[in-house]
C-alpha cells in the first residue's frame, strides 16, 4: 500500500512562476466522498487516474492510484461525479533541491492557490520558498475532495 506524506501551503504572490518547468491542467471529480476515504476520477492531458485517498488530516495518508481510459475518466466526470467538477492548473517549481506543485483553481475554486510538496518522511525538512505563506496541511478545507463539497467562493 502506498502512503503520501504531504505538505500543503498557501501561496503569498505569483514569483513561483519564473521557475516553472512543466504545467498541467487537470478535471477531477468525486464519485464518493465519505468521512473515512475520497475515491476520485482525474484527467490531466492525455492520462487519466482513479484514485482511493484516505480522509484522516494530517501530512500522511493512504493513497492508491489506478490508470483508466481518459474516455471512460471523462464519462465518470460528466455523468457520475458531483457536480461542478475541481478544474485547476498544476504547476511543477523547482526550489533548491526540491520539487514543489502549485494548483492554479478554476471554476467555484477561482483565487485559490495552494503549494504542496511530496516528502519521503513526515520529518523531513522543508525548504520554504519566499513566496510560500501559511502552512495548511492540517485544515481539511483544503483537501480537494472537500473543496468539491464547499467551493473556495462559497467561504
Not at 492531458?45 to 490508470?67: C, F, M, Q, V, W
Not at 522543508?126 to 483537501?143: H, N
Amino acid at each position: 500500500m502506498a502512503t503520501e506524506i504531504e505538505r500543503k501551503y498557501l501561496v503569498r504572490d505569483d514569483s513561483w512562476r519564473e521557475h516553472v518547468h512543466h504545467q498541467v491542467r487537470y478535471e477531477q471529480g468525486y464519485l464518493a466522498n465519505t468521512e473515512h476515504c475520497s475515491v476520485r476520477v482525474r484527467v490531466g492531458g492525455d492520462r487519466a487516474h482513479l484514485n482511493i485517498k484516505s480522509r484522516t488530516a494530517g501530512a500522511s495518508r493512504l493513497e492508491l492510484e489506478y490508470p483508466v481510459p481518459v474516455e471512460d475518466a471523462r464519462t465518470m466526470l460528466r455523468e457520475l461525479c458531483r457536480q461542478p467538477i475541481i478544474e485547476k492548473i498544476r504547476y511543477r517549481v523547482r526550489h533548491q533541491s526540491q520539487e514543489w506543485e502549485v494548483d492554479v483553481f478554476e471554476g467555484d475554486n477561482a483565487g485559490l492557490v495552494v503549494a504542496e510538496i511530496e516528502l519521503d518522511d513526515e520529518a523531513a525538512p522543508v525548504s520554504l520558498p519566499p513566496w510560500a505563506g501559511e502552512e495548511v496541511t492540517d485544515d481539511v478545507r483544503y483537501y480537494n475532495s472537500s473543496l468539491a463539497v464547499t467551493p473556495f467562493n462559497r467561504w
